[in-house]
């Protein structure tokens, strides 16, 4: 009886921490930053991951998948209530509610624009619902807010030039999966070889991701235009065993409403004719050093088409058909530094 | 001995009873669209847009007949990811299921699919447009009275199914766009 009841103590002390951490806590933080009221909620990742958000202009409520508690600074200047699982918080005044969810650490953040603001961009098509658009018109968020854009071409200019190169996919987004790798880790190491090779020759560089994080398309292209790049190139695995570099398309807007309601964004339009010659001239290059099929192709992938500089995606053969050690990555590296260069 | 002889001959016996049972279970009974008794009338003829070697193909499935368009609807979801899938067809994802189809006062269609089209799916830029057009086309083809598709996964606005292409926003204006050939070096 004794030994049991140990056992029993033993177990209990041995559990009681597993309980702790069970604990659900969201601690909620806000700033402001001109008239932008940024509110951030932080927790444990799938508590972010799972929960749901539906928001209006004068109230958020999010509801997490289990019950919770939370923490907030007493001068948080909405009034905010707990419903079992649900987080409502009230607002007034405010135009535009912008929600991101982030990862490392796993937070959701609203940027609330106030009502007054009227400062925004100048838009390329007409805006029927700025809300729905897929990539921001308004100011962008005070972290990545952009330099201002200079009045002459970039090429004028005598500074280094700024290259932002994204790593496709990231962090619960593997990509596409070989037996020992994923795609979105292989891009990494060839945006970071890349990076490595152009900074060499004198180029600034940007990475929209340093390490395995998710990022998505809405956040790639807040960052790339935030930094008003010379070039910007994504990079990605191809299904097939060849190497395909993409361009944005340009057609003509369509008249129709309903279409112009959800239409992805025409920024890259002004830079299409400089991107499809960078496409060309980085595609020829690999086809001189790996003498394998290389196609360019023209698709309306947002993350080009929304994009206010010079871009490509590139797709490298399949890593589910190809090694990709550290001399294969230097090569593909080169062949697009190339590629770049002979598009200079 | 006589027990062991016993004991084979039940075995053996029990063997063929299972296996003639269990055959009998396998047999796959004719749909209703192969039935020699159903009649032309009785049918739809679905027109299904499948990836095939880079491109989408286009071929013909025979259903029994539906009358509302969301019934047709659905059924085109259904045969679109319906397995085994025909050969050369590739970059459908396995076992999705339609969890809802409805419309809108807008006339938008809403498609609500399971978590699998997400997780089950793989593939590079192309793949992934391929599979979206492929259900906006096979839609569009034999359903008239919306305007514009919306996919949702769990009933949920998904940002991107394979980290390349919006799903955040309605279909159409994304898939119409007329792609130009690839053009090799």
């Given at each position: 009886m004794k030994k049991l009841l140990i056992l029993f103590i033993v177990g209990l002390l041995t559990a009681s921490p597993l309980f702790a951490e069970e604990k659900k806590e969201v601690s909620l933080r806000f700033s402001r930053q001109g008239n932008i009221i940024r509110v951030v909620l932080e927790s444990y990742d799938n508590f972010i991951l799972n929960a749901n958000i539906a928001d209006t202009l004068s109230s958020i409520k999010i509801e997490f998948p289990a019950l919770f508690q939370l923490k907030k600074?007493?001068?948080?200047?909405?009034?905010?209530?707990?419903?079992?699982?649900?987080?409502?918080?009230?607002?007034?005044?405010?135009?535009?509610?912008?929600?991101?969810?982030?990862?490392?650490?796993?937070?959701?953040?609203?940027?609330?624009?106030?009502?007054?603001?009227?400062?925004?961009?100048?838009?390329?098509?007409?805006?029927?619902?700025?809300?729905?658009?897929?990539?921001?018109?308004?100011?962008?968020?005070?972290?990545?807010?952009?330099?201002?854009?200079?009045?002459?071409?970039?090429?004028?200019?005598?500074?280094?030039?700024?290259?932002?190169?994204?790593?496709?996919?990231?962090?619960y987004d593997y990509g596409i999966l070989s037996n020992d790798s994923k795609e979105k880790d292989l891009n990494l190491l060839l945006t970071k070889d890349l990076s490595a090779a152009l900074s060499k020759k004198g180029n600034k560089i940007f990475l929209t991701r340093k390490v395995d994080q998710s990022l998505s398309i809405l956040e790639r292209i807040i960052l790339g235009n935030s930094r008003n790049p010379y070039i910007f190139i994504s990079l990605h695995s191809s299904a097939s065993n060849a190497f395909v570099v993409y361009t944005g398309t340009v057609d003509e807007p369509s008249t129709e409403a309903s279409v112009l309601l959800y239409s992805l964004s025409a920024r890259q339009r002004r830079h299409i004719e400089k991107s499809r010659a960078l496409a060309k001239a980085i595609g020829t290059s690999l086809k001189a050093e790996f003498k394998e099929d290389v196609v360019t192709r023209e698709m309306p992938l947002p993350i080009l088409n929304s994009m206010d500089s010079t871009a490509v995606l590139i797709e490298y053969p399949s890593l589910q058909l190809n090694t990709y050690d550290q001399q294969m990555r230097n090569r593909v590296a080169n062949a697009i530094l190339k590629g770049i260069q002979s598009y200079e | 001995m006589l027990v062991i002889l016993i004991f084979i001959a039940a075995a053996a016996g029990s063997y063929f009873f299972m296996r003639n049972f269990s055959q009998a279970e396998k047999q796959v009974p004719l749909s209703p669209v192969q039935s020699p008794l159903m009649q032309a009338g009785d049918i739809?003829?679905?027109?299904?847009?499948?990836?095939?070697?880079?491109?989408?193909?286009?071929?013909?499935?025979?259903?029994?007949?539906?009358?509302?368009?969301?019934?047709?609807?659905?059924?085109?979801?259904?045969?679109?990811?319906?397995?085994?899938?025909?050969?050369?067809?590739?970059?459908?994802p396995l076992n999705v299921k339609l969890l809802g189809l409805y419309k809108d006062e807008a006339q938008m269609l809403y498609i609500d699919l399971s978590d699998e089209v997400r997780r089950n799916f793989q593939g590079d830029a192309l793949s992934e447009y391929l599979l979206l057009s492929g259900i906006y086309k096979s839609l569009v083809s034999n359903v008239q009275d919306f305007q514009d598709v919306k996919m949702l996964v769990e009933g949920r606005e998904l940002e991107t199914l394979g980290g390349h292409f919006y799903l955040k926003y309605p279909l159409k204006d994304m898939l119409t766009t007329e792609l130009r050939g690839d053009t090799r070096i």
């Open positions: 600074p007493k001068d948080f200047i909405f009034e905010t209530s707990l419903k079992d699982r649900l987080l409502i918080i009230a607002m007034k005044n405010i135009g535009e509610i912008r929600t991101y969810k982030l990862s490392s650490p796993a937070r959701i953040v609203f940027d609330l624009t106030l009502a007054q603001n009227t400062n925004k961009e100048q838009s390329p098509k007409p805006e029927l619902n700025p809300e729905l658009k897929p990539d921001l018109k308004t100011e962008p968020t005070p972290e990545l807010k952009p330099e201002a854009k200079p009045e002459q071409p970039v090429e004028a200019q005598a500074v280094p030039k700024l290259y932002v190169i994204d790593a496709g996919h990231g962090g | 739809t003829v679905l027109r299904i847009y499948q990836p095939r070697g880079g491109r989408l193909e286009m071929i013909e499935k025979k259903i029994p007949k539906r009358i509302s368009s969301t019934a047709i609807a659905e059924a085109v979801i259904e045969e679109f990811f319906r397995q085994p899938l025909a050969e050369g067809v590739s970059g459908i």
